[in-house]
């Protein structure tokens, strides 16, 4: 999901457990999810975990039968042009990665 308003952008990956059972997702460390966005030369231009520190500690996070859960981060003051965004869920047991082209005017 890519939701722009107030000049900044907001991102969203939604992880959705659709199975009957309960599913454990594992973490090697404290960064659950990421996103990157890349210029229309492939570029990357802004990564959300770019200078951050996580804990270095394994986590576990439990998803409940048929539970959502949402990540979402925002890139300030991004300029007009053509982009696309990487989202990725960092599980070691059940990555995920998408991606979007968007266009900011």
Wanted: glycine share 6%; proline share 5%.
């Amino acid at each position: 999901m890519v939701d722009t308003a107030n000049g900044t952008v907001r991102f969203a990956i939604e992880v959705a457990n659709d199975s009957p059972k309960r599913v454990e997702l594992m973490f090697p460390d404290g960064r659950t999810h990421d996103f990157a966005v890349l210029d229309s030369t492939g570029r990357e231009v802004w990564r959300w975990s770019a200078g951050r520190l996580f804990t270095q500690s394994i986590q576990n996070r439990l998803l409940d039968a048929h539970g959502r859960t949402v990540y979402d981060e925002r890139w300030q003051a991004p300029s007009p042009g053509r982009y696309t965004l990487v989202a990725q869920l960092r599980s070691e047991n059940y990555p995920v990665q998408q991606q979007v082209d968007f266009a900011l005017r």
